[in-house]
C-alpha cells in the first residue's frame, strides 16, 4: 500500500442511478479502501458500496484524512526509516432493498408511474442496492524496515445520517 500525493485524491462523481431521474437523492460509489491509499478496484466495481454523497465525502474523509495523517506522522518521526503499511477496513451497513427505494420515490415524486419505477429499479439492479453505513473502521499497521512497529485506527464519527433521513 501507498499513500498518493497530497492534492490527487481520486474524481468522485455521483453514481448517478437516480440523480439523473431528478429526485435529489445523490449516492456515491464508495471505496472501501480509499483511493488516497490507492484501493481502486472500481472496474469490477470491487471496493465499492453506494452511499450517501454526503457520508462519502465528509464522513468517510474525515477518517481516511485521520489515518493518513497518522502514518504521514509515523513517517516524519523516523525519517531514516523504510515506512510501509498494511491496512484492513470494516464497514458495518444496511442493504436499502428497492422497496425501500420505491417508497422514497413515492415521497419525492408523487404521482410517480409503476413504468417509471420500474425503469429507476432496472437502473439499481445493474449496479447494487444503497448502502446505509452505520460505521467504518480502518485498521493500519505500520512497519519500520520490514518490522511491525505500530498500529493506529481511526472510524467514521457517524453513520450515513443522509440515507437515514432519506429511507425512513
Keep these: 500500500m501507498a499513500l498518493k500525493l497530497p492534492g490527487t485524491r481520486g474524481y468522485t462523481d455521483s453514481a448517478s442511478i437516480i440523480k439523473d431521474e431528478d429526485y435529489n437523492i445523490d449516492l456515491n460509489s464508495a471505496h472501501i479502501l480509499a483511493d488516497q491509499f490507492l484501493g481502486s ?26 489515518i493518513t495523517g497518522q502514518i504521514k506522522r509515523y513517517m516524519k518521526e523516523n525519517p531514516l526509516k523504510y515506512v510501509t503499511f498494511d491496512m ?3 464497514a458495518i451497513f444496511e442493504i436499502l432493498k428497492s422497496d425501500h427505494l420505491i417508497d422514497t420515490l413515492k415521497s419525492v415524486k408523487k404521482g410517480i408511474s409503476q413504468d417509471h419505477i420500474n425503469a429507476v429499479l432496472k437502473k439499481i439492479q445493474k449496479s447494487q442496492h444503497p448502502r446505509k453505513c452505520e460505521i467504518v473502521e480502518y485498521h493500519v499497521g505500520i512497519y519500520l524496515d520490514g518490522v511491525m512497529s505500530a498500529g493506529r485506527s481511526a472510524k467514521t464519527d457517524k453513520e450515513d445520517i443522509w440515507l437515514k433521513e432519506l429511507f425512513k
Design 41 to 66: 478496484g472500481y472496474k469490477e466495481a470491487l471496493n465499492l458500496i453506494l452511499t450517501s454523497k454526503e457520508f462519502n465525502q465528509i464522513t468517510m474523509k474525515n477518517a481516511e484524512d485521520h
Design 88 to 90: 484492513r477496513v470494516e
